[in-house]
T-cell receptor, first 114, second 112 residues
């Protein structure tokens, strides 16, 4: 158990809908990262927050957004969902930023868009 | 752009044999190289990592080697056991970003 928690474990929804994925980092970790894992794209970095502020952005679609709250938990919002958004979404956390922290991954949220 | 290539994509070994997985990275600014193990239905679990000021690191049956000149790093698992069966991912990041660039994964099967 990495200490990173994610909810829900599974999510089934329809095209065009909007969902929110939640992540609680390990105790003491200030950085939260979101990754998408799909069969054709592999594990891809989406976005990083450090102590409430956006720190780095990857290939995140404009339909996707994230935020980190004062209690350091983070939410990833996916809107106008398409079939191709079906994937595993992982959250990771680390104690620091800028190459100083090891990333520990949560168990993931499996999203299925029908 | 940044890229990490990983080989082989699948690897089958007999219990007790060694397994080697190799990765090559493109960004010369990369200085941190973790390896993750992912079991079915679970998130990636860090098993070992190495920074660019070190050429080799060992933790019991697992070792990682880094050749910065050739931009190669490898995972070595000795005395493999059936519970080592999983998908292994290499990754790289550079000193000024935490963004991990992952390889495409290696499915390791250890047969008893």
């Amino acid at each position: 158990d990495s200490g990173v928690t994610q909810t829900p474990k599974h999510l089934i929804t329809a095209t065009g809908q909007r969902v929110t994925l939640r992540c609680s980092p390990r105790s003491g970790d200030l950085s939260v990262y979101w990754y998408q894992q799909s069969l054709d794209q592999g594990l891809q970095f989406l976005i990083q927050y450090y102590n409430g502020e956006e720190r780095a952005k990857g290939n995140i679609l404009e339909r996707f957004s994230a935020q980190q709250f004062p209690d350091l938990h983070s939410e990833l919002n996916l809107s106008s969902l398409e079939l191709g958004d079906s994937a595993l979404y992982f959250c990771a956390s680390s104690v620091a930023s800028e190459g100083k922290g090891t990333q520990y991954f949560g168990p993931g949220t499996r999203l299925l868009v029908l | 752009g940044e890229n990490v290539e990983q080989h082989p994509s699948t690897l089958s070994v007999q219990e007790g044999d060694s397994a080697v997985i190799k990765c090559t990275y493109s960004d010369s600014a990369s200085n941190y190289f973790p390896w993750y193990k992912q079991e079915l239905g679970k998130g990636p679990q860090l098993i070992i990592d190495i920074r660019s000021n070190v050429g080799e690191k060992k933790d019991q049956r697992i070792a990682v080697t880094l050749n910065k000149t050739a931009k190669h790093f490898s995972l070595h698992i000795t005395e493999t056991q059936p519970e080592d069966s999983a998908v292994y991912f290499c990754a790289a990041s550079s000193y000024n970003t935490d963004k991990l660039i992952f390889g495409t994964g290696t499915r390791l099967q250890v047969f008893p």
